[in-house]
Structure formats: structure tokens, C-alpha cells
């Protein structure tokens, strides 16, 4: 394991040292002593976190209900500063899952959990306690990291894949960086904007449009956290203005861009997903 620390943040990190056998699935693994009050930034994945430690990460959420345990939450989830994860102790594998392979892991679509932070148990039952015992009986991080890939693996060939049109966009939309025109996709699969829309928002969790908003303002926060200045940051990501970019992450942060480059969440994706700086449209 690797150490992370940033300002008073002190994280022991773990990385697989295969990739996983599922294009779209990538996982970190997390040791956290005391873990207080961490922003959770909106991220373009589905999130997994699988914890075994002994203690139990608590997720507070902005309509005063908590969460403890093995989670599961949809693309986005955080936003407007929605979500907030706490706990001392702590022992999790994370994984992100990319919205198109997310429903055949899952076993239910992402637009089922409707931007909120489920118990895993809500969707898989006794699998989810069986799945922490496991981890917890397991010595060493790469041997989890197996455990996991496999068991995810599993679950993807067996459940059920998203429309090639669907996924097709999703890329479109994930390897142009949140640039790509809703309308254009459209064309290009041979749908109306219509259908477009109700499928992608069925199988993936969020409508285009939002995927397109979410995706651009991801890259343009990691940007902001390699020290990139603002209108810098705004003109490299395509937004209109300075100003333009102000308002998304205010929207999906309820912050600054300046208090956002400094937030732990994103700060320890170098560390702990190195496969973000690969193309895009095998992150997520």
C-alpha cells in the first residue's frame, strides 16, 4: 500500500496490479484511520464501495438520512454538495463501474437508484454480507482485488447489456470529454432525440444531456486539481466562459473552483485509479 495525504487527510492506498477482466471496471483499495466529514465530488461511474474493516463507513446525505456499510450509488451522486462520508477505521475495496456495464453487475438498472446511496443489501441481499466476509477473511489486498473482479465478472456475464446504441453514445460522449451535441448522437444512431433519451436514461442511470454536463465537468475538476487555472480550465474544457464554468461546479459541487482543487476526493485519483490518465472511454 501507498500513503496519501493532503492537508490533514492520511489514507493507505492499494492499487490491483492486473486490470480487471470487465472493460469499465476499475477498483481502488482504502485503509482510513479516521475519515472526517469527506466531500464526495460527482463522478461519471457507478460507485461500489465494498467495506470489511472494523469499523463502517457512514455516508450522510442531504436529506438527513445515513447510510452505513456496503453502498451502491448511481453516476453523479453528490451533487450540490448532496453527500458527505465519515468513519473511523475503515477497510473498503471502492469500484467504479461504468453506467454500461453497470446494470448487468448490479442486476438493476442505475436509473433505479435515482441519484441516492443504497444499501448493497437492498440489491443483493445476503450476497452482499457474504461478499464482506470474504473480503475480510482474505490476507492481502491483490488476493481481494481478485475476489472482487471475479465475483463482478460473474454477475456482468450473466446480466443483461445495454443497447449498442446506448453504449455507443456513452463512449461518444465519455471520449469527447462532455463535448459531443445530444442531437448528433441521435443522427448518428439512427434514433430520434426522443428515443435517445428514454433509452439512455432507462439503461444508464441519467438523460444525455446531464451525461454531457456530468463528463465535462469531471475532466474539467481533475484539471482544476493539477493546478490548471480557471480560465484556463474553462477554455481547455469547453465551456463558454470562465463563468460558465463557475456555475457547474457550483451546481455539482455547491463550491468554488478554487475550494474544489482542493478537495481529498479527487485530489487521490492519481494515486488510487493511475488508469485515468488512459482513454476515456475505458475509465468510465
Not at 432525440?193 to 475538476?221: E, I, N, Y
Request: glycine share 10%; aromatic share 6%; with cysteine.
Amino acid at each position: 500500500m501507498r500513503t496519501f495525504m493532503h492537508g490533514a487527510a492520511v489514507w493507505d492506498v492499494a492499487c490491483p496490479q492486473r486490470p480487471s477482466r470487465v472493460a469499465g471496471l476499475t477498483m481502488a483499495g482504502f485503509r482510513v484511520r479516521d475519515l472526517d466529514a469527506l466531500r464526495t465530488v460527482p463522478h461519471p461511474a457507478v460507485t461500489l464501495l465494498l467495506e470489511f474493516g472494523a469499523g463502517s463507513p457512514i455516508i450522510d446525505c442531504a436529506d438527513g438520512q445515513q447510510q452505513r456499510g456496503s453502498v451502491v450509488a448511481g453516476p453523479g451522486f453528490g451533487s450540490g454538495n448532496a453527500v458527505q462520508a465519515r468513519g473511523e477505521n475503515i477497510e473498503c475495496v471502492q469500484v467504479r463501474l461504468s453506467p454500461v456495464i453497470a446494470r448487468a453487475v448490479l442486476g438493476a438498472s442505475p436509473a433505479d437508484l435515482d441519484g441516492a446511496v443504497l444499501p448493497l443489501g437492498d440489491l443483493w441481499g445476503r450476497e452482499a454480507s457474504r461478499i464482506r466476509e470474504q473480503l475480510g477473511d482474505t490476507a492481502s489486498w491483490q488476493d481481494r482485488f481478485a475476489l472482487t473482479d471475479a465475483l463482478l465478472a460473474r454477475r456482468h456475464e450473466a446480466g443483461p447489456p445495454v443497447d449498442p446504441e446506448v453504449a455507443w453514445a456513452w463512449h461518444r460522449i465519455v471520449g469527447s470529454r462532455g463535448l459531443a451535441r445530444v442531437d448528433e448522437l441521435a443522427a448518428e444512431v439512427g434514433w430520434s432525440r426522443k428515443r435517445l433519451w428514454s433509452r439512455f436514461r432507462s439503461q444508464l442511470g441519467l438523460p444525455p444531456k446531464r451525461a454531457v454536463k456530468l463528463v465535462r465537468f469531471d475532466h474539467a475538476a481533475h484539471c482544476l486539481v493539477a493546478d490548471g487555472g480557471a480560465a484556463q480550465v474553462a477554455a481547455d474544457a469547453g465551456y463558454a466562459d470562465q463563468s460558465h464554468l463557475h456555475r457547474d461546479v457550483r451546481a455539482f459541487t455547491g463550491t468554488t473552483p478554487a475550494a474544489l482543487a482542493g478537495e481529498p476526493f479527487l485530489a487521490v485519483d492519481d494515486l488510487a485509479w493511475p488508469s485515468r490518465g488512459t482513454p476515456a472511454t475505458s475509465r468510465f
